[in-house]
């Protein structure tokens, strides 16, 4: 006597998040968004999409999730996938031994929110430990960013800069805020040279590039 099982499978679905560190595009793991199981066994499971796209930073993402057991009875359940990270082309960078960072980008404020531990360096000025997000810059171009706060323990600065490489003593150029009265510009020509820091007036402009 042949039993046919016509219970469907059980299916639960998790909410779960990616996050955006310079790639194009992100694959959704299975596992990471259900839980199923029958009596028969699962045959499959899939999903309505298992691609997310750096265009969908800020987005919660409805994923369908269907499980099949090998009688073809289904259920279906929906996950929600919270879509963050850093635009195109973009990344973090811890820019030193022992010089902790991370960042955040929020694409409707347009706003980046970096933090930095132990990033501190002195005179001769010859190894940085700085920390960013960064992308690669091929010929001429520009970055143009307003420093709107700076929290911490301590005062630091913020700013743009432009590396020759992610080398502790590459050649660069940056120019810095602390909010206060006074712009930091610092300049290294060879590499593993002194830089030379700089400070003059910011005349109430927060802006660098």
């Known amino acids: 006597m042949n039993v046919i099982d016509n219970i469907p499978p059980t299916a639960s679905c998790f909410n779960?998040?990616?996050?955006?560190?310079?790639?194009?595009?992100?694959?959704l793991n299975v596992n990471n968004l259900v839980s199923a199981s029958d009596n028969c066994g699962i045959q499959n499971i899939t999903l309505s999409t298992d691609n997310i796209s750096r265009a969908q930073?800020?987005?919660?993402?409805?994923?369908?999730?269907?499980?099949?057991?090998?009688n073809s009875n289904s259920a279906s359940c929906v996950a929600q996938v919270t879509v963050s990270g850093r635009p195109c082309g973009w990344n973090s960078y811890n820019g030193a031994v022992g010089c902790g960072s991370s960042s955040a980008y929020n694409p409707t404020?347009?706003?980046?929110?970096?933090?930095?531990?132990?990033?501190?360096?002195?005179?001769?000025?010859?190894?940085?430990?700085?920390?960013?997000?960064?992308?690669?810059l091929c010929g001429n171009g520009s970055i143009t960013a307003q420093v709107t706060s700076i929290n911490g323990t301590s005062m630091g600065?913020?700013?743009?800069?432009?590396?020759?490489?992610?080398?502790?003593?590459?050649?660069?150029?940056?120019?810095?805020?602390?909010?206060?009265?006074?712009?930091?510009?610092?300049?290294?020509?060879?590499?593993?040279?002194?830089?030379?820091?700089?400070?003059?007036?910011?005349n109430g402009r927060y802006f660098g590039c």
């Open 157 to 202: 600065w913020a700013g743009v800069i432009m590396r020759e490489s992610n080398a502790l003593g590459a050649k660069k150029a940056q120019l810095m805020t602390n909010l206060s009265s006074l712009h930091r510009r610092e300049l290294r020509v060879v590499t593993n040279g002194q830089a030379f820091p700089q400070q003059f007036a910011s």
């Open 109 to 136: 404020s347009l706003v980046w929110s970096l933090t930095g531990s132990n990033c501190y360096y002195t005179s001769p000025y010859t190894s940085d430990a700085l920390a960013f997000a960064r992308r690669s």
């Open 57 to 70: 930073i800020g987005e919660v993402v409805q994923v369908t999730v269907t499980a099949t057991d090998y």
């Open 16 to 27: 779960t998040s990616v996050d955006f560190n310079g790639e194009s595009n992100m694959s």
